[in-house]
């Protein structure tokens, strides 16, 4: 079964970057879109279903941290990865331990966007193994 990933983001650019990374470089995985605040990417989630969230810790309204539980509700056993445009190491570990599997700095890079998908992938096979 394809990875399935979405965006929480409310920069347009950061999601349409990911999604090109994921048409150009990695086919087997599937872009099923972004949501430009929390709200809407915990809805899109619990109707999605994603595999990976790539989740902006700073939005409008509600901000990512406070949406990485939600999300785990929405979408149980999601991978959530942290965008930050912030090299904060505070709201780094917040964001770890509240469920962030990891982090990436924005503007994100597509070797770092390989490296994130290649250990969602291989811990979501591990998961399957191990049912």
């Known amino acids: 079964m394809p990875l399935t990933v979405l965006v929480v983001d409310d920069q347009p650019l950061e999601g349409e970057m990911i999604a090109l990374v994921l048409k150009r470089d990695r086919p087997d995985a ?31 309204g509600m901000n990512g941290l406070t949406a990485i539980s939600h999300l785990h509700r929405a979408s149980p056993g999601v991978h959530i990865v942290m965008l930050t445009a912030f090299d904060d190491f505070e709201f780094l570990r917040t964001a770890l331990r509240a469920g962030a599997r990891d982090y990436l700095l924005k503007p994100v890079k597509a070797q770092d966007l390989h490296q994130q998908l290649l250990r969602c992938i291989e811990a979501l096979d591990r998961q399957e193994v191990a049912k």
């Open 30 to 60: 599937v872009y099923v879109g972004q949501a430009l605040d929390a709200a809407d990417g915990i809805r899109m989630a619990s109707l999605l279903n994603p595999g990976l969230i790539f989740l902006d810790i700073k939005m409008p």
